[in-house]
């Protein structure tokens, strides 16, 4: 069987040897399982492998002293071992580098994943960046010798961190409590929590100010609400009885799922490969936005290898609130992916200086924030997702930070909510009006809110071009009319009628060549008068540094209102050679 293994191409992604007694022995890899011989598995096999070994405790897990390795037994009624899975174990210098930022700055890291994701290979190497790199006192709760390996003496792998053996599964809340009352650690490393009674020793030593890293099992954020066992985690999942201007202005149901009290973690790692995984650097936002219905901020992290070569590519995005399935969570992450790919947004980073990641990374243009009143927000996010506009709109709870406002009309008509039209006003936010809850009627309005956004933003932009081409050209006759004819002729120029705020930036420039200038011409016709060194005459010295303030209150100041007409200059005055 060892001679078959290590023949096969894949050897060194060999993930475990599986021997049941009467069937065949098969190693499985990455590619599928492999037969490793024909010769059916005996008792006298299993008798032989496993005296090899160390002891079995009573959850059936045993293991080579010193190693990472797993051998994991089944039993029949009486007791005797018919069957065992022998885990390869590694520790995977770098595994951890997609998380070194959350890890520098002592957050509690809670990492979410099913069995077999590399969750506690993960948290091998992040237990030995913390001791060994950020030198911290690091203390392992090793409930199976998983992150230490078996016997007394722990793996190099987890670097001069402290391990602590759990005799029972039992006691792991006791152990957890020991480790701090007994060894003073900063920072308790926990594998695979399962039950209330670990989840509370967890809280009760994240609020004595340890910072904690663990794991525990499922796909998402919601697997672990949805947890009676691990909603601590969370903070807790509390009933909530609203009151009726409330549930109206909600626009849902009375009683509502909120979050009891503060997170043990900070942020939370939905570990989704050994390559990828989705960071949430606020959990407590998460969480309450799961709560809500709405969709939740996270990161999509992805290590890609090539050769001795890593490379990280960092997405920030908001993703959609379908948390299902795996399947479901993978399509998310693979078109966010592709779609930075395509863009300019992508973020290609050395994976050895992932702190520098978010500094550098390029965040997309602001969303339209919509802020609802009177329809569900269920039926918003839908049309939302049907016109698959996620990333420019998104729903707001604080109106005062809202760009828009939707509301259901009978909720507004006969001044029934003067309060909600009174604030939209003095934000000056458009209200978008529906008479019916239906997608339909939702789906238009909101096709309706983008439409008018994009076009007030294409006037913007067009203003903001035509601003600047305009003060470019006006600059440039200015320079042209110094350099060419005032400065080596000795002659007045007379420039081109302009807007005042393009006046005084010509007036700005005049000055910078020590010349004098005055203005000429009121309203639309105002503009400038380039004055050579040898003119003296009093009309100069009233014009001099100031502008004549007889042409109205609208031209008394240059640098006054920006608002005044825009005219377009297509070329640049004709001046002599």
């Known amino acids: 069987m ?23 022995p098969l190693a499985r890899f990455p590619s599928g399982d492999f037969v490793l011989s024909d010769q059916p598995i005996t008792s006298h096999d299993l008798e032989y492998a496993t005296s090899q070994v160390g002891d079995f405790a009573i959850d059936n897990h045993a293991g080579i002293s010193r190693t990472l390795h797993r051998i994991s037994a089944i039993r029949n009624r009486k007791g005797a071992i018919i069957g065992l899975t022998c885990r390869v174990g590694r ?38 960046m913390i001791a060994d790199d950020y030198k911290k006192r690091v203390m392992i709760v090793d409930t199976s010798n998983e992150i230490g390996g078996d016997g007394d003496i722990p793996h190099a792998g987890i670097g001069s961190a402290r391990r602590m053996q759990v005799p029972n599964n039992d006691m792991q809340h006791k152990v957890l409590i020991e480790a701090v009352e007994n060894h003073m650690p900063q920072v308790i490393v926990i594998d695979e929590i399962g039950t209330k009674l670990e989840a ?115 997405v920030r995005e908001e993703a959609l609130n379908s948390f299902s399935s795996k399947m479901q969570d993978q399509l998310i992450i693979d ?8 863009t300019p947004f992508t973020d290609k980073i050395n994976s050895e200086s992932a702190t520098d990641m978010f500094e550098r990374s390029i965040t997309p243009e602001a969303p339209i924030r919509l802020y609802v009143y009177g329809i569900l927000e269920t039926t918003v996010i839908q049309a939302i997702r049907q016109l698959k506009v996620e990333d420019a709109v998104e729903i707001t709870d ?48 909101i096709r309706a809110l983008m439409s008018e956004h994009a076009e007030g933003s294409n006037e913007v932009e067009a203003e903001d071009e035509m601003y600047s081409s305009e003060k470019l050209d006006a600059l440039e006759e200015v320079r042209l009319a110094i350099e060419q004819v005032v400065i ?19 007036k700005e420039l005049v000055q910078t060549y020590q010349l004098q200038w005055e203005k000429v011409g009121n ?26 303030t007889d042409s109205g209150s609208d031209d008394s100041d240059l640098s006054g209102d920006m608002n005044g007409s825009v005219y377009i200059v297509d070329r640049l005055p004709f001046l002599p050679d």
Do not use: W
């Not at 290590?303 to 960092?314: A, K, M, P, Q, R």
């Not at 050579?532 to 001099?544: H, N, V």
């Open 2 to 24: 060892r001679k078959r293994v290590t023949e096969h191409s894949e050897f060194h992604q060999l993930i475990e040897v599986v021997m049941d007694l009467g069937r065949k």
């Open 91 to 128: 520790a995977m210098s770098g595994s951890a580098n997609l998380l070194r930022d959350l890890i520098k700055d002592g957050s509690s890291l809670l990492l979410i994943g099913p069995p077999g994701v590399g969750k506690t290979t993960i948290i091998r190497e992040i237990a030995r």
């Open 200 to 314: 509370m020793a967890a809280s009760t030593i994240a609020q004595r100010g340890i910072q904690l890293v663990a794991t525990a099992h499922g796909v998402t954020i919601e697997n672990l609400i949805n947890n009676p066992s691990l909603e601590m985690f969370v903070g807790g999942i509390q009933g909530v009885t609203l009151g009726d201007e409330e549930a109206s202005r909600r626009g849902g149901q009375k009683t509502v799922l909120e979050r009891k009290g503060p997170s043990t973690f900070t942020c939370g790692a939905e570990i989704i490969s050994k390559t990828e995984l989705r960071v949430h650097r606020n959990l407590e936002a998460t969480v309450d936005a799961v709560l809500a219905g709405r969709s939740a901020m996270y990161e999509a992290r992805k290590i890609n290898t090539h050769g001795l070569s890593d490379e990280v590519f960092t």
């Open 335 to 342: 078109n966010l992916l592709e779609m930075y790919d395509e």
């Open 398 to 445: 604080n109106i005062s930070e809202a760009d828009a406002l939707l509301a259901l009309q009978s909720k507004l008509k006969k001044n029934k909510n003067t309060r909600i039209q009174a604030v939209a006003k003095t934000h000056d936010i458009p209200i978008y009006v529906t008479k019916t809850s239906s997608l339909v009627q939702i789906t238009k309005v």
């Open 488 to 506: 080596p002729k000795g002659e007045s120029v007379e420039l081109l009628p302009r807007p005042y705020y393009i006046m005084s930036l010509q």
């Open 523 to 548: 309203g639309p016709n105002a503009r400038l008068l380039i004055l050579p060194f040898q003119a003296r005459t009093d009309e100069d010295k009233q014009a001099s540094g100031t502008i004549d």
